[in-house]
C-alpha cells in the first residue's frame, strides 16, 4: 500500500491535510467525492454542490466541502435530484444535486442519508467502494 499525504484548501481557511491510502483491506478504496456517477455528462461536477442561501447575499455563500451536513431529501415530482442542508459558521444554506440517471440519485441519496450529521469532508474522504 502506498500513502500519499496532500494538502486541499476551499478558500481562505485553513488547510485541510490528506492522506490518500490506494488499497484498504485488499481492495482499491473509492472516496464519495471520486465517484464517477458524481460528474454528469456535461462534465459539472455535483460534488460538493453549490450552496445557497435565502438569508445571506450571494457573495457570502460558501464553497466547496464545508461545514456539517444536516438533511438529505428528495421531491416526489424530481426523481433525479437530491436536495442538502448544511450548517456553516452558524448559517444554513441549500444545494442540490441533480444526476443524469435515477439509480445513481437513488445511490447517492440513500449514502448520504446515513452520514446525516458529519462534515461534508469526512462524507467526501468517506470509502464508499462498498456501493460499486
Not at 472516496?31 to 456535461?42: A, E, G, T
Not at 464553497?63 to 438529505?72: N, Y
Not at 440513500?110 to 470509502?127: A, C, M, N, Q, R
Amino acid at each position: 500500500m502506498i500513502a500519499k499525504t496532500y494538502t486541499v484548501s476551499y478558500g481562505a481557511s485553513n488547510p485541510i491535510h490528506r492522506t490518500d491510502f490506494g488499497f484498504v483491506g485488499g481492495k482499491q478504496s473509492m472516496r464519495f467525492r471520486d465517484l464517477s456517477v458524481l460528474k454528469r455528462r456535461s462534465g459539472m461536477l455535483l460534488w460538493p454542490p453549490q450552496w445557497a442561501s435565502a438569508y445571506r447575499p450571494k457573495q457570502h455563500w460558501p464553497h466547496g466541502e464545508i461545514g456539517t451536513l444536516e438533511d438529505v431529501w428528495m421531491h416526489e415530482l424530481l426523481e433525479r435530484c437530491v436536495f442538502l442542508h448544511i450548517k456553516h459558521d452558524g448559517f444554513r444554506y441549500a444545494g442540490s444535486m441533480d444526476f443524469d440517471e435515477r439509480a445513481s440519485c437513488m445511490m447517492v441519496y440513500k449514502f448520504l442519508k446515513s452520514v446525516v450529521g458529519h462534515s461534508t469532508v469526512e462524507i467526501g474522504d468517506s470509502d464508499v467502494s462498498h456501493l460499486l
